[in-house]
């Protein structure tokens, strides 16, 4: 253990334990704190020491290399979490970043505001959400984010930036793009809106309450409903279900030119209309627009079904787009999966999958 700064370095701590997928080798230094004085002090270590320094939050996008990380890693411990009614219409959410996302999802709810309730039970932290713009069934934190509250690390300020600031796209900011790396952020303001309704756009969603003969759920229906689906899908953190030990969905859904869903129709020998897709953007010819198609449709093309494995790293027996640790697999395995999933899909759509959860510790940062 060392001191620097008044603040406690740890060495060679085991990063396993701090994922989802519990794989992974050791920190050389590790720092727990959610003080933004602590957080600049650990970078300033990491910089004497002439080493890297990664923010670490839930772990549960996080794929850690089997050599682990020689550098700083910060994991960035709980924190508060506030509401105030900011007019008749909103409610505001102020979290520090190291809150378990889930918390906000609950007190948005129990007070009444809109915006969040189909983002229950996604696992991790508050300061995760803004990075990767977590989303689904239709909704995306982009939409409740006001404000996000940053450590610039290089400038060693306090910024804030705003949602324009941040350039949220689809799985996208600027904190996983242009300026990786750049920040640690400390707190997210959502804005929420009081007694709006709960967003049921997605299939599974509204064929929840249709088969319940329900008409007009409401916000806590809501965000129980798609608790109870994520369970069914091997997407919510559950003690003794093996498809949970993941980092949720592997890959992300690729956004193509909408001519390639004839193509693929094609290849797949199936109607147009059949190939899963979502509007994903328009442009002023028809042919310009772009789609979402589904990654776990063009796997399943690919061969790769549910429970496929390699070695101790599958897929999930719920969701195919989940790789799943069945117990002792090494980030070697789940790569060696990856790649067999990504040179599968591609060979047989034309496609290219990308991953979504993040590499600590990978030479060329890709594994
Ligand atoms: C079972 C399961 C289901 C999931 N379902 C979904 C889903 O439906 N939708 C979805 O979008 N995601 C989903 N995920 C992925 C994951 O939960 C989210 O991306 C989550 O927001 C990651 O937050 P985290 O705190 O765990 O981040 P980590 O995994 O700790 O880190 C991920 C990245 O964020 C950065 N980061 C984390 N905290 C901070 C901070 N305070 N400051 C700066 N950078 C930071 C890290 O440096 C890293 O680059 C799922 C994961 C699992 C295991």
New binding site residues.
């Given amino acids: 253990m060392l001191y620097s700064g008044g603040v406690t370095i740890l060495e060679n701590v085991a990063l396993a334990q701090y994922?989802?997928?519990g794989v992974g080798g050791v920190a050389r230094w590790f720092v727990e704190t959610s003080d933004e004085d602590e957080i600049l002090t650990a970078v300033r270590f990491a910089r004497t020491q002439g080493a890297p320094c990664?923010?670490?939050?839930?772990?549960?996008?996080?794929l850690i290399s089997d050599y682990g990380f020689n550098g700083v890693v910060v994991h960035?411990a709980p924190g508060t979490l506030a509401w105030t009614e900011a007019d008749d219409e909103t409610v505001s959410i102020k979290a520090d970043?190291?809150v378990e996302?889930d918390a906000v999802v609950r007190l948005a709810v129990e007070k009444n505001g809109a915006g969040v309730e189909c983002?229950a039970?996604?696992?991790?932290?508050v300061?995760?959400?803004p990075?990767?713009?977590?989303?689904?069934y239709g909704q995306e934190v982009s939409q409740t984010i006001v404000r996000v509250r940053?450590l610039d690390l290089a400038a060693e300020k306090v910024v804030e930036l705003t949602a324009a600031e941040c350039e949220f796209g689809y799985?996208r900011s600027i904190?996983?793009s242009i300026e990786?790396g750049r920040?640690?952020?400390?707190r997210v303001e959502y804005k929420l809106a009081i007694g709006g309704a709960p967003l049921l756009e997605y299939r599974d969603v509204k064929n929840y309450f249709v088969e319940r003969g329900i008409a007009r759920p409401t916000l806590a229906q809501t965000s129980a409903a798609v608790r109870e689906i994520?369970a069914r899908k091997?997407?919510?953190?559950v003690a003794d279900d093996a498809d949970?030990h993941?980092?949720?969905?592997f890959f992300k859904n690729p956004v193509v030119e909408v001519k390639e869903v004839a193509r693929l129709a094609a290849v797949a020998g199936c109607r147009v209309a059949d190939v899963p897709q979502f509007p994903a953007g328009w442009g002023y010819e028809p042919e310009d627009c772009v789609v979402k198609l589904s990654a776990a449709w063009l796997m399943e093309l690919a061969g790769f079904g549910k429970g496929f494995a390699i070695g101790r790293a599958g897929l999930s027996s719920k969701h195919v787009l989940?790789i799943v640790n069945r117990g002792g697999a090494t980030a070697a395995e789940i790569v060696a999966l990856r790649d067999a999933v990504i040179e599968g899909v591609l060979a047989r759509t034309g496609i290219r999958l990308e991953q979504?959860?993040?590499l600590l510790g990978f030479a060329d940062g890709r594994g």
């Avoid at 990664?54 to 996080?62: D, V």
């Avoid at 039970?121 to 932290?125: E, V």
């Avoid at 920040?183 to 400390?186: F, G, K, N, R």
């Avoid at 091997?234 to 953190?237: C, S, T």
Wanted: hydrophobic residues 45%; charged residues 5%; glycine residues 20%.
């Fill in positions: 994922t989802t997928l990664f923010i670490l939050g839930g772990g549960s996008n996080l960035v970043a190291g996302w983002l039970g996604i696992p991790g932290s300061g995760g959400t990075v990767q713009n977590v989303g689904a940053a799985r904190f996983n990786r920040y640690a952020i400390t994520r091997g997407m919510l953190l949970s993941s980092a949720g969905s989940a979504e959860p993040v």
